[in-house]
């Protein structure tokens, strides 16, 4: 969670009317989820929670399964420039890997991490630039983006034939108020809140091109504080968590080539900060697993992966103030059908076996191929 931004005095002026910080007077985009009544939330409990650890300040957590079947949960540390990897079918800590600086392996505030193949990938926010590492021994195979970003923070990675399409959302803003709080820039300067880079690794070395800067413009689909992003290529979605309370918070739907579709969805579900996002398949079917990042307890809500019509939410016995979640469908020991991870209060990381998720609100474990 980020200090709250505010409108730029350009946007002010184009929105003559606005009261500061109030929502603004927008037509409302379609809002798939406008069926949600009531607040019925589930209670699932952590299967293990990791060994706290505040100075770390624990943002986003990946999975990785070893060629010997290992799981290691891999999260970023923002306040110690690390990442700490735990065990992850017992949450036992392992080891930590890099520091603080901007050599090869080094970190400047990490935040977003995604783990694909044997890469991971991490954003640093203040290092202005995404870094790939390869797995298992960490090996720093380069940095990219560092010419474009200015204040990243998540990241979203799409398979392709010849390498990887990288999503790389970018939270920049106008300076600060004499609150300190975050100005947010004018919608017309909202056009970057998205890039994307065709990434390959090539005799160990990884090299990305820019190849789009994804942002509307207008009220209903301007991204104005972004940080967690996830793709569905099955159905052409990018999903984007809008985190500016003052104006909603919920996903809205953009393609994969970054167009607006005129679709949101779950401001009526989220009475908190719309955080992390993931997407659980399900043959063709599936839900997407939304964060909604309160204080005292987080609440995790599911939409239909198609329809994105709200399907059920829950909560641990102590999960809170969730930043990044990672889910993963990969069959282990200890979770039969894959486990979601959801980072606890800053401090680590906590697991749910998604065997138990399913029963509680009710969803086959079993799909269809």
């Given at each position: 969670?980020?200090?709250?931004?505010?409108?730029?005095?350009?946007?002010?002026?184009?929105?003559?009317?606005?009261?500061?910080?109030?929502?603004?007077?927008?037509?409302?985009?379609?809002d798939a989820a406008a069926a949600t009544t009531g607040r019925s939330v589930?209670?699932?409990?952590?299967?293990?929670?990791?060994?706290?650890?505040?100075?770390?300040?624990?943002?986003?957590?990946?999975?990785?399964?070893?060629?010997?079947?290992?799981?290691?949960?891999?999260?970023?540390?923002?306040?110690?420039?690390?990442?700490?990897?735990?065990?992850?079918?017992?949450?036992?800590?392992?080891?930590?890997?890099?520091?603080?600086?901007?050599?090869?392996?080094?970190?400047?505030?990490?935040?977003?991490?995604?783990?694909?193949?044997?890469?991971?990938?991490?954003?640093?926010?203040?290092?202005?630039?995404?870094?790939?590492?390869?797995?298992?021994?960490?090996?720093?195979?380069?940095?990219?983006?560092?010419?474009?970003?200015?204040?990243?923070?998540?990241?979203?990675?799409?398979?392709?034939?010849?390498?990887?399409?990288?999503?790389?959302?970018?939270?920049?803003?106008?300076?600060?108020?004499?609150?300190?709080?975050?100005?947010?820039?004018?919608?017309?300067?909202?056009?970057?809140?998205?890039?994307?880079?065709?990434?390959?690794?090539?005799?160990?070395?990884?090299?990305?091109?820019?190849?789009?800067?994804?942002?509307?413009?207008?009220?209903?689909?301007?991204?104005?504080?972004?940080?967690?992003?996830w793709g569905d290529p099955a159905n052409d979605r990018l999903l984007i968590?809008?985190?500016?309370?003052?104006?909603?918070?919920?996903?809205?739907?953009?393609?994969?080539?970054?167009?607006?579709?005129?679709?949101?969805?779950?401001?009526?579900?989220?009475?908190?900060?719309?955080?992390?996002?993931?997407?659980?398949?399900?043959?063709?079917?599936?839900?997407?697993?939304?964060?909604?990042?309160?204080?005292?307890?987080s609440v995790f809500h599911l939409f239909d992966r198609n329809t994105l019509?709200?399907?059920?939410?829950?909560?641990?016995?102590?999960?809170?103030?969730?930043?990044?979640?990672?889910?993963?469908?990969?069959?282990?020991?200890?979770?039969?059908?894959?486990?979601?991870?959801?980072?606890?209060?800053?401090?680590?990381?906590?697991?749910?076996?998604?065997?138990?998720?399913?029963?509680?609100?009710?969803?086959?474990?079993?799909?269809?191929?």
């Open positions: 969670m980020r200090a709250r931004p505010v409108l730029g005095l350009l946007a002010l002026a184009v929105l003559a009317g606005c009261k500061p910080g109030a929502p603004e007077a927008a037509a409302p985009a379609v589930a209670t699932v409990a952590e299967t293990f929670q990791t060994p706290m650890t505040p100075a770390d300040n624990i943002d986003s957590p990946a999975s990785w399964t070893t060629p010997e079947g290992q799981v290691w949960l891999i999260a970023t540390a923002k306040a110690t420039d690390k990442l700490v990897v735990y065990d992850g079918q017992t949450g036992e800590h392992l080891r930590d890997v890099g520091s603080t600086g901007t050599a090869p392996g080094q970190f400047m505030r990490p935040n977003g991490i995604a783990v694909v193949d044997d890469l991971v990938l991490i954003v640093e926010r203040d290092g202005h630039r995404v870094q790939v590492l390869q797995l298992p021994s960490f090996t720093p195979l380069g940095t990219f983006a560092a010419e474009d970003l200015r204040k990243p923070y998540g990241l979203w990675v799409n398979k392709q034939a010849d390498g990887y399409d990288v999503y790389v959302t970018d939270s920049y803003d106008a300076g600060e108020d004499a609150q300190g709080n975050d100005v947010l820039p004018p919608l017309a300067e909202l056009d970057k809140r998205v890039r994307r880079y065709a990434l390959q690794v090539r005799d160990g070395k990884a090299q990305a091109t820019l190849t789009a800067s994804i942002g509307d413009t207008s009220e209903a689909g301007a991204l104005r504080v972004v940080e967690s992003i968590a809008e985190e500016d309370e003052t104006y909603a918070s919920e996903f809205k739907v953009y393609t994969l080539e970054g167009k607006f579709t005129g679709t949101t969805f779950g401001r009526d579900a989220f009475k908190a900060q719309a955080e992390g996002v993931m997407l659980r398949t399900c043959g063709k079917d599936g839900w997407w697993i939304t964060t909604e990042q309160g204080k005292q307890r019509k709200h399907v059920g939410a829950f909560q641990g016995n102590t999960v809170a103030n969730t930043d990044g979640i990672w889910m993963t469908e990969t069959a282990s020991a200890r979770f039969p059908h894959g486990a979601l991870y959801a980072v606890h209060d800053d401090q680590g990381v906590v697991a749910f076996d998604w065997d138990s998720v399913a029963k509680q609100l009710s969803l086959p474990l079993e799909c269809e191929k």
